[in-house]
């Protein structure tokens, strides 16, 4: 595919590298309920929330950039409000279900009495410090996937400023400024003895994902910036691949809350993440444009709010579980996440049209290579978190 016919489609690739980290999330939380092999298999599923990052960072990040030059109450007004228009029906909907039917949630009464004692950090996008200052078992299963929703919120309040007064050439300097200092940053803290559970579930120290998001955005708004992409991307991704392998069996470390992992598994499944989403956007090969992988991409969202809630269900009603725990909970939890996507999600995404970001758009001049704003829009639009 040409720059110049890549530069006006939209990429389906792009929801289907979304239905594979979903696919990977629920994979996990799913075996953590099997024993011997099954739980090996889906050992590394939770490695999909680290391309969530990239792929959001790099969605979100491209769409301020292509409207910086907006009057501010367009610029942030427009973001806030579609951003809040994104996230909140379904979080709000999720949140009062699990408040008022317990029973139905697949909640104890214990669980129940720690939801309501922690629902402050919930509705303030704190589940992730609520995890780095209590642990674990400060959050009920049904809720702790809700870090690193809160992780993303914490970034995108500061990002849209910094991203406002730079260019894209000024956000891909930055970004790859973050990637080294977070990465320093997280040897630091865990040769320090900084608990590894902590390291993981907070925004500084998992900004380096966001990081890569970033630059994958930058770049493609800049001159050259596909060719650079394409040349730096197959190395990278053997590389990092290598170094992931290394960790994985030399350490016998595949779980996030180890310290070769954290220290050396974390940049390499970063760089990882973001040679994916860089296929999906230069190439958007066929593997990732399947139907069936596309629509679970497109309901994501709700999917991750409601598959552990799902799964909690699915082990009250049915005690003993096998392998096949693993396509039912996929099934059980598409019931939740239709009825979201359809009833809860679309009707308020249909609004996000008071809530523009730009002007209306006008003819402009754009570097040889890049890709025009108004093309980008287009392209990225369905795709946004």
Wanted: hydrophobic letters at 55%; one cysteine or more.
């Amino acid at each position: 595919m040409s720059d110049a016919e890549w530069q006006r489609r939209h990429i389906p690739a792009l929801d289907g590298i979304r239905g594979i980290a979903i696919l990977a999330v629920v994979l996990f939380h799913s075996t953590r309920h099997l024993e011997g092999g099954w739980q090996i298999v889906g050992n590394c599923g939770w490695m999909g929330v680290d391309l969530f990052f990239v792929l959001s960072s790099f969605l979100i990040t491209g769409i301020l950039l292509d409207a910086r030059a907006a009057p501010s109450r367009l610029y942030y007004g427009g973001f806030f409000g579609r951003r809040v228009l994104r996230i909140a029906p379904a979080f709000v909907v999720f949140m009062v279900a699990l408040a008022g039917a317990p029973a139905l949630t697949g909640q104890s009464t214990a669980d129940h009495v720690l939801l309501i004692e922690h629902q402050a950090w919930y509705w303030t996008f704190l589940t992730n410090a609520l995890v780095a200052s209590f642990g674990w078992g400060a959050v009920i299963p049904q809720t702790a996937p809700l870090w690193s929703l809160a992780v993303e919120e914490q970034f995108y309040l500061v990002w849209p400023p910094v991203v406002r007064r730079l260019s894209a050439r000024g956000i891909l300097r930055l970004g790859l400024t973050l990637i080294v200092l977070v990465g320093v940053a997280r040897i630091v803290l865990a040769r320090q003895g900084v608990d590894m559970n902590t390291l993981y579930v907070s925004m500084p120290t998992r900004a380096d994902l966001l990081a890569w998001g970033a630059v994958l955005a930058a770049l493609i708004r800049l001159p050259n910036g596909l060719a650079i992409i394409r040349r730096f991307l197959w190395p990278a991704l053997l590389g990092a691949s290598l170094v992931l392998f290394v960790v994985v069996v030399q350490f016998r470390s595949t779980y996030f809350a180890t310290s070769k992992m954290v220290m050396a598994g974390y940049p390499a499944i970063a760089v990882v993440a973001a040679c994916m989403v860089a296929i999906a956007i230069v190439y958007n090969p066929a593997a990732l444009r399947f139907s069936w992988l596309t629509g679970i991409g497109k309901v994501s969202y709700a999917l991750y709010l409601w598959h552990v809630t799902a799964i909690g269900v699915l082990l009250r009603l049915l005690g003993h579980v096998g392998p096949w725990l693993i396509p039912l909970a996929l099934a059980f939890s598409l019931l939740p996440t239709l009825l979201s996507w359809y009833f809860i999600e679309q009707p308020a995404l249909s609004l996000t049209r008071f809530a523009p970001m730009r002007p209306e758009a006008r003819d402009e001049l754009v570097p040889n290579g890049a890709m025009p704003a108004e093309d980008l829009s287009t392209a990225f639009a369905e795709t946004e978190t």
